[in-house]
């Protein structure tokens, strides 16, 4: 069966500092891969998207950045947080042939900014 | 007209009792439909998916997709106080990348003992 992993857990960066948060999906080849945000109360979000390595689409312009170095691997980064990177991010999973699948949610990482 | 969109809430609902939650959709959305369940400070969990018309059933959970009228629901039968999260409705893009969901903002349901 196919799994999702996403970390850390949870993490408290200053203000200007770098990020960098990774998710690995198992036991399936070739996934389109999607990052979220949730703001506190609020709805998804969707930052980024891939259909495979190194394709990444974004969906809101930011100070954020995905990478996809590995089939099954998918990077948010940031060069400098800004207090409005606080928030709930979540990496998600469909299968990447045929349409209409539903997406798989990580576990996510709850990000404060300081 | 938003793509996918659910009434806020708080949806409050005694012990024992059925919850409706609704969703509307736009043309802009295809004909794939998804039921998530969100406990407070954890991710997304999908419950239901639909992709006819008519209901689907799945223990204590219905749910009715609509295409004239382009609702699509979920029933929760028996409610219990471990019920009580937020519901998201997620639909299918029409176009672009076919794996993409449009999510709605998510009804907050509680259950009262």
């Known amino acids: 069966s196919q799994t999702i992993h996403q970390w850390p857990a949870t993490l408290v960066q200053p203000v200007g500092s770098p990020l960098s948060l990774e998710c690995t999906v198992e036991?399936?080849?070739?996934?389109?891969l999607y990052w979220y945000r949730q703001a506190a109360g609020r709805g998804l979000q969707l930052l980024f998207y891939?259909?495979?390595?190194?394709?990444i689409s974004s969906e809101v312009p930011q100070n954020l950045s995905a990478s996809r170095p590995q089939d099954r691997q998918f990077i948010l980064s940031s060069k400098k947080l800004l207090l409005s990177d606080s928030g709930f991010y979540l990496c998600?999973?469909?299968?990447?042939?045929?349409?209409?699948?539903?997406?798989?949610f990580g576990d996510g990482t709850r990000l404060s900014i300081l | 007209q938003k793509e996918v969109e659910q009434n806020s809430g708080p949806l409050s609902v005694p012990e024992g009792a059925i919850a409706s939650l609704n969703c509307t959709y736009s043309?802009?959305?295809?004909?794939?439909f998804f039921w998530y369940r969100q406990y407070s400070g954890k991710s997304p969990e999908l419950i239901m998916s639909?992709?006819?018309?008519g209901d689907k059933e799945d223990g204590r959970f219905t749910a009715q997709l609509n295409k004239a009228s382009q609702y699509v629901s979920l029933l929760i039968r028996d409610s219990q106080p471990s019920d009580s999260a937020t519901y998201l409705c997620?639909?299918?893009?029409?176009?672009?990348?076919?794996?993409?969901?449009?999510f709605g903002k998510g009804t907050k349901l509680s259950v009262k003992p």
């Open positions: 639909i992709y006819s018309n």
């Open positions: 891939s259909v495979g390595i190194g394709q």
């Open positions: 043309d802009r959305v295809s004909q794939s």
């Open positions: 036991g399936t080849s070739n996934p389109n």
């Open positions: 998600a999973w469909n299968p990447g042939t045929g349409g209409g699948q539903p997406q798989h």
């Open positions: 997620a639909a299918s893009r029409r176009g672009g990348s076919q794996g993409n969901l449009i």
